[in-house]
Structure formats: C-alpha cells, structure tokens
C-alpha cells in the first residue's frame, strides 16, 4: 500500500499554506512556478557581505541515479547569457552565478534554471547528457562557497538555504543566505544529507515525504528574508513551538569564525591552506565526530557534522576563537551537546500525575499523535489539533498505547481505565471497543502484518487479538510468562511472531502469529537480563530491544527469542523508560531516572555521551518516536510539551504498521 504522498508548499517569502487538521498532509500545494519568478538574494557572513561567492541551485539526488548519488545542479548554460557578467562554470563544469560587492545575486526561473531539469555531477556543461525530467514539486536549496567576506578570499565558507519546493517558489522577497540559514537547513535536512552536496534519498513512495517535511521544518528555526533565528515557530505553522535561538546563534557564530577568515596563500597568490580558525573547526567538526572521520572542506558540510554528532567535541567547538562575534546573541554558558530540539504545546495535550506514559505514533505523513486525556495531532511542522469527546474520543487516565495503520486512516488507542481499545478515524471520529467480554486494562496496542491488533491486558495477564474491525479473535492468551505486560512488538511481516514485554516478571512472551485465529504461545524469553521492561521496539534484524525501567541498561533480544544483551545506559540513576528504533538501527531511549534521551548505535554503544541529550528546561523524557524525517519525537512525564528533536536520527519508515507489512521496519525511507 503506497502512503499519500506529502504536498508541501513553501514560498520564498517563508510561507506556507494553511495547516489542515487532521490531515495527512501538514499542507497543501501550490499549482506552479510562473516563468516571471527570479530568486534574489544576498550572501552575509555575519554582517559582512560575501563578494565572489558562487551559487548554485540543487536539488536532492533523483532515484533513477541510485542511492549514494550526490545532490544534482540545477542551473543551466543560459545562466551565461542572462547573467554575463556574474556566472560562469567551475572545474567541474558545474554553472553558477556569483555574488556583487553587496553580497547579491539573482537567478530567473526558465531561463536559467527550469523545476524539470537538473544534471549530476560535471554533465550541466558537457551538453546535459544526464538532463533528468524531476517532478516539478522537488525541494530545491542554495549552495554558496567561497568568496571573501572582508577578511580576503575563503574557499572554506559555505552556506545553506532551503527553499522548498520548486513549484512553490515565489518572487515576493529576497533570499538572505548566511551562517544561521546554513545551520537551520544542515540540521532540518541531515537525515539524509552527507554533506553540502550530497543530499539523496530512495524512490520507495516514503522517502519524498519525510524529505519534503524536512525542508519546510527549516521555516521553523530562520526567517529567510532577514536570515535571523526565530524565537518561535511561525503563526502560519501553527506558532505554538518554541525555538532554540541562541543555540542556533551560538553554531552560526562558530561557524563565522571559520567565515569571517582567509585561506592562507603564498607570495604568487596561490592556496597554501585554509585559515587556522577554519582548520580548528573541520578538524573538530567531523564525518564522525572523532579523529578518525573525514574532515570537511567548507562551513556548510561541519554544519551536517555536527548536527550528526551533537554531542562530540562540543566544548572545543563552544570555544573556537571569535566564535562569539559574527551575530551575537548566543549562549552564554557551554551547552550540554548542540542538538536543535523545538517544544510544541497546545492540541489539548496535557500533563496529568498518575497518566503516564503518553504515547506517540508517526503516521505516513509524519504528523505525531500523542495521547494525554485527549489525542492530539502534531503535523510536522507541530501545529496541534486536539480529539476529545465530540470527536468520539474519551481517553482516560493510566496508561496509554497507540498505534497507526498501516494506511494512516485510523489510529487505535489502549485506554486502560476505560478498559476499552478506542478507534479513531482520521476522516471522521472514534468509536471504542471492549476487547473481551470480561473486565480488561489495556496496556499497549499493536497492529500486526494483516491488521489484526494485538492488545497488552496488563490487569489480566493476558494477551488479546482482535481484527481489524475490533472484533475479539478466539479466548485470550494466558500463560508463557505473561505477567503485567505493558508493551507489544511485533516482527515484520504478515505473520511476524508478536513479542509481550512483562514488567513484573521480567521477561519476554513470544506468541506465534496464526492471523485469523487467536496466537498460540511460543516461548519466554530471559535473555538480555530483562528487569522490569517497559518500552519495546524491533530494529531491522528482527532484534528486540526492551527498556528495563527498573535497571541501569536496555536489553537486545534476538529474533529467536534464545540469546541477548545488555547495554548499560550512562547517568546517575538511570531507568530505561522507552525506546525507539531509526532507519540506522540505532536505538532512542528515554531514561526517566536522570531525565534525558539517550541513543545507542546497533552494537549498544552510547552516542549520547555520558548525559544523553537532556531537555532544556528539565522535563522527563517519556514516549518516544523516530519520523520519516530523521527527527526524533518525545513527550514529557512532567510537562504539557512534546519535544521534536531535528534531524538527529536516521529517517525511519513510518508508521509502524506500515513497516511490518511490507517487511521494512526499522528501515531508512
């Protein structure tokens, strides 16, 4: 089943069209891009103009050219002619326009540049052997290099802009590229960036949707006209996120120490090698964070570095020289990592002592739906709209599970109080359902390969099936160490086995999946030293990974339910609380003890450091989600926010329903 592909419009005047509620698509779309559109624009760094910059228009890899492609150009040979005196060719026989003495430059729409065409690289030149026909609604963005910014010429300064789709460009205002658009562009699109020039995805129906929402969530963190951090997402996203800003401002500063710089040349003029302040930052600004990873070669690619790795090396960054003086305004004090984190309020989401978890689920959109007492939808760029009572919705209190089909039409929601599972349709209200006849508290809900539901009685003991209707499958499943359970996975696949995590007995129940008819039990899995798990999650292998949320460590369970491990979480007083799985294998945990999000890779390792990457205002990390994006959503056991970290988590297929069906769970889009 192909999910609907997102439409996003986003002019340059950093608007977006009305956000729709309860919708799959957090926008809609507009028509075409008129043949008068010029793109204007200034290049700054800090407040300096960039004489001599080269710019180019790109777009994300085409599929046709197979993953690992780099970014295509855009710009085409006429660039010479309407624009004589500012273009030209590089030695890769890639055009470009560069920038006046103030820092501007224009480019028109069909002649120089047309929404259907883009070359890879080296082929715009040679004649357009590789010219591709792309679909007219690709994300396009800005990519300057070089140039001098008052300091002399510097082949390491790089900038960044998104500018959305190409079909909803727009003449309406001018474009202003600096450190702070390079930022918010590097960690919106880092998911599935390698560096300035290397943006690329599959063609898999999945992946131009978390794409598409990762370019406009940019409009969430700069305002493209004036290249200023915003303090708050725009009234036209819903405005009811709060944004970073000096976090942002602090990067965009560290990167103007590098901008605001020269290569170093000898007596002739000739490059001997770029300038100590941007030597110190791509040495510290890694592929990989360490010593061992490629450095990059411009501001623009340390910015993907280091949105890849926000906890590596952030005092030495926080540190570089000058790095305080390009914009001002930044942090006074060294953060803890450099992760960009937005907090969304509103939707009727709230916090009450005694209801967590809350849970989360992405849909194929890459909305979240989070459930306090009400459910609330928070598109993807965090608008929020609230279901309660006169939707048909009546979530109680206690615990909470969620689960997205595979379609994205309809959510299911364990209500434990109520003892009911709650259906609710996207296009219109909810009904809710009584699994068994007997009294019941459903803990979690999970939806299998077919769309039959699998539901955590945790009152009980037991595990219940129901069809896709609501309707019971056969008696309930008893028995094979189901003891309190409180979360269900299940393999994918249209018979994966279903995995139950029993917080009191501190195992794993594994129950064959027989589609239509009730599951039988299969084994009981104590591997991986199990201790009171909570959250579980499947990573693409088939492993299980369980928080136990009454020890230091999460437990990674293989497939056959016969061996695992444990991998120790770092804090004072860690409680694994519940885990997430990106398209990378890398796990996402939220540990309630010491009230931080930490990530581990495939093999267990932190890559959080020691303190995991904490809220900013001292709220305990709870549920927790990975969209098609690459950020990471997280709701708060002490608060009334949802958290969207951006672009620190490899782009996962969602929803999860969706994954399991097609056998592509925990898989890059």
Not at 283 to 288: E, L, P, V
Not at 474 to 501: E, H, M, R
Request: hydrophobic fraction near 35%; glycine fraction near 14%; include cysteine.
């Amino acid at each position: 089943m192909r999910i609907p592909a997102l439409a996003v419009s986003l002019a340059l005047s950093v608007s977006i069209v009305a956000l729709t509620g309860c919708s799959l698509s957090p926008a809609g779309k507009l028509t075409s891009t008129s043949s008068a559109v010029t793109i204007h624009g200034t290049v700054h760094g800090g407040q300096q103009p960039v004489v001599g910059a080269h710019i180019y228009v790109m777009t994300p890899n085409n599929p046709s050219l197979g993953p690992g492609s780099a970014s295509l150009f855009m710009l085409n040979g006429n660039v010479l002619t309407s624009e004589p005196a500012n273009s030209g060719f590089d030695g890769n026989d890639n055009y470009y326009v560069t920038t006046a003495a103030d820092g501007s430059f224009s480019i028109n729409f069909g002649t120089d540049y047309d929404c259907g065409d883009a070359y890879d690289q080296g082929q715009a030149q040679a004649g357009g052997a590789d010219d591709f026909n792309l679909p007219t609604d690709e994300p396009v963005y800005l990519y300057a290099v070089g140039g001098d910014a008052g300091a002399g010429s510097n082949s390491a300064a790089g900038f960044l802009a998104s500018l959305g789709p190409c079909n909803g460009l727009s003449n309406s205002s001018t474009v202003q590229m600096n450190e702070i658009t390079t930022v918010a562009m590097a960690y919106a699109a880092a998911g599935y960036a390698s560096d300035a020039t290397d943006i690329d995805r599959d063609d898999d129906g999945l992946a131009p949707t978390g794409l598409a929402n990762a370019f406009a969530n940019t409009t969430n963190l700069v305002d493209l006209p004036s290249g200023t951090a915003l303090a708050t997402t725009p009234t036209i996203n819903g405005g009811n996120g709060t944004v970073p800003t000096a976090e942002i401002t602090t990067l965009a500063n560290i990167l103007g120490a590098c901008v605001n710089s020269a290569d170093q040349v000898d007596s002739h003029g000739a490059f001997v090698s770029y300038s100590p302040a941007c030597n110190q930052l791509f040495t510290t600004a890694t592929s990989n964070g360490t010593v061992s990873g490629t450095s990059p070669t411009d501001t623009a690619t340390a910015a993907i570095n280091i949105a890849h790795n926000p906890g590596a090396n952030v005092m030495t960054l926080y540190d570089l020289p000058n790095g305080t003086t390009a914009f001002g305004g930044g942090l006074t004090n060294q953060p803890n990592d450099f992760t960009i984190a937005l907090l969304f309020t509103g939707g009727g989401f709230t916090f009450t002592s005694g209801s967590e978890p809350h849970a989360l689920a992405i849909d194929g959109g890459g909305n979240a739906w989070a459930v306090s007492s009400v459910l609330t939808e928070f598109t993807p760029l965090g608008a929020a709209t609230g279901y309660g009572s006169a939707q048909g919705v009546n979530v109680s209190t206690g615990y909470q599970g969620v689960a997205v089909t595979a379609d994205s039409t309809a959510l299911w929601i364990a209500d434990h109080d109520s003892g009911t599972v709650i259906n609710f349709s996207v296009s219109g209200g909810g009904f809710a359902y009584t699994p068994s006849s007997t009294s019941s508290g459903p803990a979690d809900v999970a939806i299998d390969g077919s769309g039959n539901l699998y539901v955590a009685d945790v009152d009980n003991s037991r595990l219940i099936e129901l069809t896709s209707g609501g309707s019971p499958v056969g008696s309930p499943a008893t028995g094979n160490g189901l003891q309190y359970p409180v979360s269900v996975a299940i393999q994918p696949g249209s018979a994966g086995n279903i995995w139950v995590a029993n917080n009191q007995a501190s195992d794993a129940s594994i129950f064959t999946n027989n589609g239509g008819s009730a599951p039988t039990p299969l084994s009981t899995d104590t591997s991986g030293s199990l201790d009171h798990p909570l959250g579980s999650a499947i990573d693409s292998s088939g492993f299980v990974w369980m928080a136990n949320l009454l020890a230091n460590f999460v437990s990674k369970l293989d497939s056959g339910g016969t061996t695992g491990a444990a991998f120790t979480i770092p804090g004072a007083t860690p409680n694994p609380d519940a885990v997430a799985i990106d398209g990378g294998g890398n796990a996402w945990v939220t540990d309630e003890g010491d009230s931080t999000l930490v990530e581990l890779n495939n093999a267990g390792t932190v890559l959080s450091g020691t303190t995991g990457y904490p809220p900013v205002n001292g709220d305990d990390p709870d549920a927790v989600a990975v969209d098609g994006s690459g950020d990471v959503w997280y709701t708060s056991q002490s608060s009334n926010i949802v958290y969207e970290v951006i672009g620190a988590a490899v782009p996962v297929v969602t929803p999860i329903a969706y994954a399991v069906a097609n056998g592509i769970l925990g898989t890059q889009p």
